[in-house]
């Protein structure tokens, strides 16, 4: 299973010459679990997962796990649009001493429904860490449907939750409803989060959580401890961060706010590119409203 109700899926740190800058890694989730989370996703759509080698990852997953220790979960992004690599690279980030591995849909050669079970199966299978699924249809072309969801989790034991970012509450409902009842489901959207909790969510991953995590914990805290007022009151005070995260490609509004707020993780590797004047002015506007600038 899966412990806890906020996870942030983390940058990775770069330093001026875009390498891995590791020990800002470690200090970067030691701060993370300060602030709200219960956890963190290493190498995810966040950490720019797809211009990361295989050593870069697994050096990550090994530099993190060592720096949180017991103090909170730590889970590998591992999927990709490759059975046999998946595997090899869970095998590998199981042998670092991680928590959790998070698989998400392949991109590019869309697979069939059954496709997706099968790949799914074989990489939980070569692993006794719990597994998350990660549907993401806009960066993967390619959405996993709850029947195939419902099929994994009966089917395969430690298949035992989903970060649901297809942006659809209907079908975070329908999940809900045809799951079993101890299978989570996580939301990958920090804008709607509080909706899919409102629809049997169990927490959220989060992008904004770098810079708001004692706020985003307080949302998802309220709504379970049963004040869903005050969790739609910090919703709406954290609604213009939620969108303004993302008006150019994750991860490079969040890396250029962690900047702007005096944690620099450095920049982004191509083919992503730094946010333009107007999209930097958008950011400062929001974290000035937010009271998060330095003076």
Known sequence: MISGRMFTAMVTPFDENLEVDYAKAAQLAQFLLAHGNDGIV???TTGESPTLNDEEKIKLFRTVK?????KGTVIAGCGSNNTRHSIELTKEAEKCGVDAIMLVAPYYNKPSQEGLYQHFKAIAEATSLP????NIPGRCGIN???ETVVRLANDVKNIVAVKEASGILDQVSRLRAMCPEDFAIYSGDDSLTLPILAVGGAGVISVVAHVVGDDMRQMVDAYFAGNVAAAQKLHVKLY????TMFITSNPVPIKYALKRLGMDMGGVRQPLYEANEAQKAKI???LENLNLLRK
């Not at 060592?66 to 017991?70: H, L, R, T």
């Not at 213009?240 to 969108?243: A, G, I, R, S």
């Open 144 to 146: 996993i449907f709850p």
């Open 240 to 243: 213009d961060v939620f969108k």
């Open 131 to 134: 597994i998350i699924l990660y």
């Open 66 to 70: 060592e720096a949180v220790g017991d």
């Open 284 to 286: 400062d506007e929001c």
């Open 42 to 44: 290493v190498n995810g």
